[in-house]
């Protein structure tokens, strides 16, 4: 534990150096809430768990909650949440962002709502077959909008 504890505080004074405005420790140096107040209107949250062999787990939880995954440092962590910051500052002088919040929103919407579904009603193999048909439809113009639009400078 007092290794887990020791990254965990490495990540904390990393993560106040880039201007997080509030960083909890839930569970005795195992689990972290993060968040940066980039303006009034956004607040970027972060969840970040340490495990006993130094290993992390984080999370985005809003503007919208999206799971990043594993990492295997803490340096790690802080260069992730750093790119990450950097992109959401960047994203939202546009006059565009908050279509973008509400549509990435939307997508967390639809995955709950599917996994309702599939955990609660017996979905037949046409209805999945159209839903997938539908999902891969959407995927295929995020690929193209991607491909189209200009990248952002950074």
Known sequence: ????????????????QMGATSIK????????IAKF????DLCV???????????????RVSPYPISHG???GAQEVVDFIRKDIKKFRN????????????TANEMV?????AELLFLERNVSAEDLDSLHACLQTCIE?????HDHAPKVEQ
């Open 109 to 113: 919407v639809l995955s709950h709502a």
């Open 37 to 40: 107040e980039l303006s009034n």
């Open 1 to 16: 534990m007092l290794t887990s504890s020791f990254s965990g505080d490495v990540i904390n004074v990393a993560l106040r």
């Open 25 to 32: 420790e839930v569970r005795n140096g195992i689990l972290y």
């Open 70 to 72: 594993d990492f295997d």
């Open 141 to 145: 113009k995020i690929r193209e909008i």
């Open 45 to 59: 949250t972060y969840v970040f768990d340490v495990t006993k062999r130094d290993k992390y787990y984080l999370q």
């Open 91 to 102: 994203a939202q002088k546009s006059h565009n962002f908050p279509k973008f919040l509400d």
